[in-house]
Nanobody, 114 residues
Protein backbone atom coordinates (compact mmCIF):
# COMPACT_ATOMS: atom_id res chain seq x y z
CA UNK A 1 0.00 0.00 0.00
CA UNK A 2 1.03 3.56 -0.69
CA UNK A 3 0.15 6.69 1.23
CA UNK A 4 0.74 10.23 0.04
CA UNK A 5 0.56 13.33 2.22
CA UNK A 6 0.98 16.80 0.71
CA UNK A 7 2.12 19.87 2.57
CA UNK A 8 3.31 23.39 1.82
CA UNK A 9 0.21 24.93 0.33
CA UNK A 10 -1.07 28.32 1.36
CA UNK A 11 -1.72 31.89 0.34
CA UNK A 12 0.91 33.78 -1.63
CA UNK A 13 1.03 37.02 -3.59
CA UNK A 14 1.48 37.04 -7.36
CA UNK A 15 5.15 36.69 -8.18
CA UNK A 16 5.83 34.82 -4.98
CA UNK A 17 6.99 31.27 -4.41
CA UNK A 18 5.84 28.14 -2.65
CA UNK A 19 7.34 24.72 -2.25
CA UNK A 20 5.03 21.74 -2.06
CA UNK A 21 6.17 18.47 -0.60
CA UNK A 22 4.60 15.04 -0.82
CA UNK A 23 5.63 12.49 1.78
CA UNK A 24 5.52 9.03 0.24
CA UNK A 25 5.19 5.89 2.33
CA UNK A 26 5.14 2.36 1.00
CA UNK A 27 7.17 0.39 -1.47
CA UNK A 28 7.99 3.00 -4.09
CA UNK A 29 11.01 3.06 -6.33
CA UNK A 30 12.35 5.67 -8.71
CA UNK A 31 10.99 3.72 -11.66
CA UNK A 32 7.44 4.37 -10.49
CA UNK A 33 5.78 7.25 -12.34
CA UNK A 34 4.85 10.09 -10.04
CA UNK A 35 3.85 13.71 -10.31
CA UNK A 36 1.78 16.69 -9.35
CA UNK A 37 -1.68 17.50 -10.63
CA UNK A 38 -3.98 20.39 -9.90
CA UNK A 39 -7.65 21.19 -10.16
CA UNK A 40 -9.20 24.63 -10.11
CA UNK A 41 -12.91 25.16 -9.37
CA UNK A 42 -15.04 24.24 -12.36
CA UNK A 43 -12.10 22.86 -14.31
CA UNK A 44 -10.70 19.44 -15.08
CA UNK A 45 -7.79 18.06 -13.17
CA UNK A 46 -4.61 18.66 -15.13
CA UNK A 47 -1.08 17.40 -15.01
CA UNK A 48 1.35 20.01 -13.73
CA UNK A 49 4.60 18.06 -13.70
CA UNK A 50 5.68 14.46 -13.52
CA UNK A 51 8.66 12.14 -13.42
CA UNK A 52 8.68 8.95 -15.45
CA UNK A 53 11.29 6.38 -16.41
CA UNK A 54 13.31 7.20 -13.30
CA UNK A 55 14.37 10.71 -14.23
CA UNK A 56 12.45 12.03 -17.22
CA UNK A 57 10.50 15.14 -16.29
CA UNK A 58 7.52 16.67 -18.03
CA UNK A 59 5.78 19.98 -17.45
CA UNK A 60 2.53 21.54 -18.50
CA UNK A 61 3.11 24.44 -20.88
CA UNK A 62 1.54 26.82 -18.39
CA UNK A 63 4.21 26.17 -15.77
CA UNK A 64 7.35 25.58 -17.84
CA UNK A 65 10.21 27.70 -16.64
CA UNK A 66 8.47 28.48 -13.36
CA UNK A 67 7.94 25.13 -11.64
CA UNK A 68 10.45 22.40 -10.88
CA UNK A 69 9.61 18.86 -9.85
CA UNK A 70 12.12 16.79 -7.93
CA UNK A 71 12.35 13.59 -5.96
CA UNK A 72 14.33 13.13 -2.78
CA UNK A 73 14.85 9.41 -2.37
CA UNK A 74 16.56 9.79 1.01
CA UNK A 75 13.59 11.68 2.45
CA UNK A 76 10.99 9.80 0.43
CA UNK A 77 9.40 12.99 -0.81
CA UNK A 78 8.22 14.36 -4.12
CA UNK A 79 8.59 18.11 -4.25
CA UNK A 80 7.32 20.91 -6.44
CA UNK A 81 9.08 24.26 -6.35
CA UNK A 82 6.75 26.95 -7.67
CA UNK A 83 8.17 30.34 -8.57
CA UNK A 84 6.71 33.44 -10.19
CA UNK A 85 3.26 32.36 -9.17
CA UNK A 86 0.25 33.73 -10.99
CA UNK A 87 -3.41 33.97 -9.95
CA UNK A 88 -4.23 31.29 -12.51
CA UNK A 89 -2.06 28.86 -10.54
CA UNK A 90 -4.71 28.88 -7.82
CA UNK A 91 -5.95 25.33 -7.38
CA UNK A 92 -5.89 22.27 -5.20
CA UNK A 93 -2.65 20.44 -5.87
CA UNK A 94 -2.50 16.65 -5.68
CA UNK A 95 0.42 14.28 -5.41
CA UNK A 96 0.27 11.19 -7.61
CA UNK A 97 2.13 7.88 -7.68
CA UNK A 98 1.57 4.79 -9.77
CA UNK A 99 2.35 1.41 -8.25
CA UNK A 100 0.18 -1.30 -9.79
CA UNK A 101 -2.61 1.25 -9.50
CA UNK A 102 -3.12 5.00 -9.09
CA UNK A 103 -2.49 6.60 -5.72
CA UNK A 104 -3.51 10.15 -4.84
CA UNK A 105 -2.84 12.44 -1.93
CA UNK A 106 -5.59 14.38 -0.19
CA UNK A 107 -4.64 17.62 -1.90
CA UNK A 108 -3.31 20.93 -0.67
CA UNK A 109 -4.75 24.34 -1.48
CA UNK A 110 -2.62 26.92 -3.25
CA UNK A 111 -4.08 30.40 -3.53
CA UNK A 112 -2.30 33.16 -5.43
CA UNK A 113 -3.86 36.51 -4.70
CA UNK A 114 -2.96 40.02 -3.66
Amino acid sequence: QVQLVESGGGLVQPGGSLRLSCAVSGSIFSINPMGWYRQAPGKQREMVANIIFTSRTNYADAVKGRFTISRDNAKNTLDLQMNSLKPEDTAVYYCYVYNRRDYWGQGTQVTVSS
